[in-house]
């Protein structure tokens, strides 16, 4: 063989070599990217039901709660402590239920040793006490934000902001809920007994590394942390027991990440009587709802007598390329909650066929529209910075928001202070689970949305609210706006001068 022969026999198996191994590790992260909980698992644990917060009335009659921040250990299996982070307990925290109208008044301890804070998901109210970045709270400190409750009767949550370590502080633990309560909704025959025959379920997906909660999130996972197995409220495999024909379930995701289609393995019919901001005006049978990280749904599911059914998160067609779907999850299945049915059922009445009044602006007296182009690395092309006010708005109008990703990843776009409704969907009308109020909707890429939003809080020049995408990893890596309300032909403040010192500010 001539020199130059061998030389290209040894380039021949070095490319064939490396092509073979590329090709290996890529089948290998391929399928290695596709999870399924599907009938892996018994479902044995059942369910914790996160515990109604106390709460008092104080001499003006405001409902005062307390949450304290805390680190603790969490026996997710038996006989294996992960250390976790939970408000008033090791991991998640009570439900807070007040009424519309109701003042109230939440003290929240700080007992970890870092900095945080408390953000009230979908809640209107003042920006200062939003809990966003600009409200830390100091390791050991106590801020005492209080609002009037004035919006319908909801699913809203809590979770830590801070700036650039949500992420980490939602994954450990730190989200409840906050329920809202109207005269409209305590009238209306739905399932209303908590625990009994209205369920929160929050879900969220996780990893153990020994006993450790993981966080590292995959090679390819650009989306950020996707966890191998589900949880609900904090319950690893669990079952619920369940007496009434009619369950409601109000679903929150709560993952950093991931997003999720619901629905039963026989394709039951179930009726979505809510979205993130409260009642939808009339009930929508579907199979399937899907969720991104942030938003929540009530549903209301059928029960045969003693049944046993699986709340499961199929494959998601919208997701996208092939490629998207694999590594961002959307291929991905999981088994969430069994439902066991007793032998003997309560009967229920029937969904009620009006529900709610929408409340959020139909955008016909938008008084200006803005963009938003989603980008991993910056919402209209500027990361984050708490310094910078991005977009004024005038106290008081209505305008539309064209939001646009053409990231060719998921994202999905949440709004501080207000409920919002979809107008369009890549120039259509909506579908009937986007036809409620909102405060976060999911964009895989190729998706434009209008939304109208009113702003109607207090002017605040100084203090910022948040626009962000609410998978947490891209919103700590800075895919995060700030916008202030101020009031007719006034000008923005700096967006620093409101930065919380971390100690109460209560009248
Ligand atoms: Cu649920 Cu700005 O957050
Ligand atoms: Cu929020
Ligand atoms: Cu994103």
Redesign the pocket.
């Given at each position: 063989m001539s020199r130059f022969k061998r030389i290209l026999v040894v380039l021949g198996t070095a490319v064939t070599v490396i092509a073979l191994a590329v090709g290996t590790l890529f089948t290998w992260l391929w399928t290695d990217a596709d999870v399924s909980t599907v009938g892996d698992a018994p479902f044995d644990n059942e369910l914790a039901i996160p515990p109604l917060a106390p709460s008092r009335l104080d001499g003006d009659g405001t409902r005062v709660f307390d949450l304290r921040m805390r680190s603790g250990h969490t026996e997710f299996e038996p006989g294996r402590r992960t250390p976790t982070w939970g408000f008033n307990g090791s991991y998640l925290g009570p439900t807070l239920r007040a009424q519309r109208g109701e003042k109230v008044r939440v003290r929240i301890h700080n007992g970890l040793d870092e900095a945080s804070s408390v953000?009230w998901?979908g809640m209107h109210l003042p920006a200062r006490m939003d809990g966003?970045p600009h409200q830390p709270i100091a390791p050991g400190a106590t801020w005492t934000p209080h609002w009037t409750v004035d919006q319908p009767a909801a699913t809203l949550?809590y979770?830590p902001?801070p700036h650039g370590a949500t992420e980490r502080h939602v994954r450990r633990g730190l989200a409840g809920l906050f329920l809202l309560d109207d005269e409209r909704s305590a009238r209306l025959d739905l399932p209303q007994r908590y625990g009994v025959d209205d369920l929160p379920v929050i879900v969220q997906d996780v990893r153990f590394d020994g006993a450790r909660l993981d966080g590292d999130r995959g090679l390819m996972q650009n989306v950020g942390f996707l966890g191998d197995r589900t949880m609900v409220n904090g319950t690893l495999r669990p079952y619920a027991e369940v007496g009434d024909e009619l369950i409601r379930l109000r679903l929150l995701n709560a993952s950093t990440s991931r997003t999720y289609s619901f629905g039963f393995p026989d394709d039951r019919a179930f009726s979505l009587i809510a979205t993130d901001g409260g009642l939808l005006e009339r009930p929508a049978a579907l199979e399937r709802v899907q969720l991104s990280p942030?938003e929540r749904a009530e549903i209301v599911v059928p029960m045969r007598a003693g049944e046993r059914v699986m709340l499961r998160s199929f494959p998601q067609d919208n997701y996208g390329s092939a490629w998207q779907r694999r590594f961002s999850g959307g291929d991905d299945s999981f088994d969430v909650l069994e439902l066991r049915a007793a032998l003997r059922l309560r009967p229920s009445a029937e969904v009620p066929q009006v529900l709610g009044v929408l409340e959020t602006p139909d955008g016909s007296d938008a008084v200006r529209g803005r963009h938003f182009d989603l980008k991993r690395s910056g919402i209209n092309g500027r990361p984050m910075d708490m310094g910078r006010v991005d977009e004024t708005v005038t106290r008081g109008t209505t305008e539309v928001w064209t939001v646009r990703n053409g990231n060719g990843m998921p994202h999905n776009f949440?709004v501080?202070d207000v409920q919002f409704r979809v107008l369009e969907v890549n120039g259509r009308t909506p579908p009937p689970a986007l036809r409620g109020p909102k405060d976060?909707v999911f964009l895989p890429h190729g998706t434009v949305m209008k939304l109208a939003l009113r702003f109607t809080g207090p002017a605040d020049p100084d203090t910022p609210y948040?626009y962000?995408c609410?998978l947490l990893y891209h919103?700590d890596e800075g895919m995060m706006g700030q916008f202030v309300v101020v009031e007719k032909g006034r000008t923005a403040g700096n967006g620093r001068a409101a930065t919380g010192s971390g100690h109460a500010h209560d009248h």
């Open positions: 953000h998901h966003g949550w979770h902001h942030g949440h501080h976060t948040m962000h609410h919103e």
